[in-house]
């Protein structure tokens, strides 16, 4: 089936390990983006990218990076864990250029970090 | 500032109603779009309905719409004859720019809605 998919759904880490939280669409979307949701807070966007080689950063960017090799996949990677970076961590995507286009979301990943 | 600000944490409604929920919104840029997402507890984003800042009617889709005032950059989204199945997290959203501008979706803390029977 068409759309984003995202592995893990669930992670344990502990504390200073480091981990890549995969991203991949089959839609042709230009644009791919991470966010985090925390309890109270919303979804709140850590990286973004309008296409491959392009990525920039988001509200929450600190402890992440990412790179866009290629329009499909869109990589989070998490480079020292910290407790404060559990979350439910979601990758959504979209077309450029259509600003009433629906982001279409993966059904996120669970990151506890101990 | 919150671009996005959804006043009701939580709201309840009994099955068969109406209820609307709140979304205020805070941009000087003159095209942008605004979003209703729904997160059932399954976790997933399901995508509601679309306003455009430059659509004159209120989008509707089913038994959602969108009570679009401009004037008080308000984006209220109203569900018709409420369902158990619509007890849910609900996000406003919205994404600045001109067509081809900007990328980014701000979301809004969420409402919860519970539905009940």
Redesign the interface.
Known sequence: NAGVTQTPKFQVLKTGQSMTLQCAQDMNHE?M?W?RQDP??????IH?S?GAGITDQ?EVPNGYNVSRSTTEDFPLRLLSAAPSQTS?Y?C?S?Y?????Y????G??TRLTVV | AQKITQTQPGMFVQEKEAVTLDCTYDTSDPSYGLFWYKQPSSGEMIFLIYQGSYDQQNATEGRYSLNFQKARKSANLVISASQLGDSAMYFCAMREGSEGGSEKLVFGKGTKLTVNP
């Open positions: 644009y983006s966010y109270g807070m919303g979804l709140r966007l973004y309008v988001g439910v979601f959504a979209s450029r250029d259509r600003s009433n629906g982001y279409t979301f059904s996120g």
